[in-house]
């Protein structure tokens, strides 16, 4: 069984490391030594669904050459429309898993809805074993622990991506089950460098990953839209303030990521005394600015837990959500 992957989940390129996070560089994975190692065996890669998410991918395993040709992909879904788009670009195309299991002989990407899980790991199972290829899901709230009980004896992995994914800006984590491997995490991480940043957390953080990176470009985009309108507001045309507002926030992120330097110094090296500048950022103090965004990670990430089967208590007590 196989089916179309339409639940898009999906933080910035490589930060510091803090804590248990471990980063890793935006370019690094597809370009690494080690990662060349493993290349020069021509990885192939299935993938379980043919939608956007697992459109951008292969769009990206393609261009940064993680695959040698395109026809070291595979994938399977059952709209056919679906592909015929991935057979134009030269991608292998089957609505039969079992091949794709035969096929794809380095990594099995699970890019269907979660509710679907269930119905093609069996197959997956029977047809991969601990020493085939590497299983990945992206489905949302799929723990490892009901993964490696669908796919008894297979190593296993939970990545989550976030939309930015469609235009090679995903920020990803991931979390790898106890039988993977070094190769593995490579793997992992030439699939998703290819599309943007991808950090390895434990599986616990993937909570919190989907409460900030996962539903920040929401956040993001409320954001570009409220800086347009104050934009429209002070008498600029909606077209050009809109441009503006993104451009804004696109320039800022990239001047985060690039040097490396605290937002807070940032913001600081912008603001004169007396002047503009801090005349907005005071006003989006009072405004509650900085609250309410933690509020906001703060619930999504309360929400991912629920949906995960956390109960109250856990959520109040123990992470004291």
Known sequence: LVTTHTHLLLAPRALPQQHNITSSTRIAPYTSEHTANIMKDDLSIGFVGC????SALMDG??????VKEPSRIITSDVYQPALD???GKGIATTTDNAKLCADAK???ILAVKPNIIPEVCPIIGGAVDSQGALIISIAAGVTLQTLESLLAGSRVVRVMPNTPCLVG???SAYAMSSACTED???IVEAIFGAVGLCVQVKEELLNPVTGLSGSGPAYVYQFIEALADGGVRSGLPRSIALKLAAQTVKGAAEMVLTTGTHPGQLKDNVCSPGGTTIAGVEALENGGLRSATISAVKAAT???MQLGGYSEDQIANKHDL
Do not use: N, P
């Not at 939608?51 to 697992?54: N, P, Y």
């Open 302 to 304: 309360k929400r991912s």
């Open 106 to 108: 380095d990594a099995i």
């Open 184 to 186: 593995d995490k490579t």
């Open 169 to 171: 800006e995903a920020a």
């Open 85 to 87: 788009r991935a057979a």
């Open 61 to 66: 395993l393609i261009d940064k050459k993680v």
């Open 51 to 54: 939608g956007m998410m697992a």
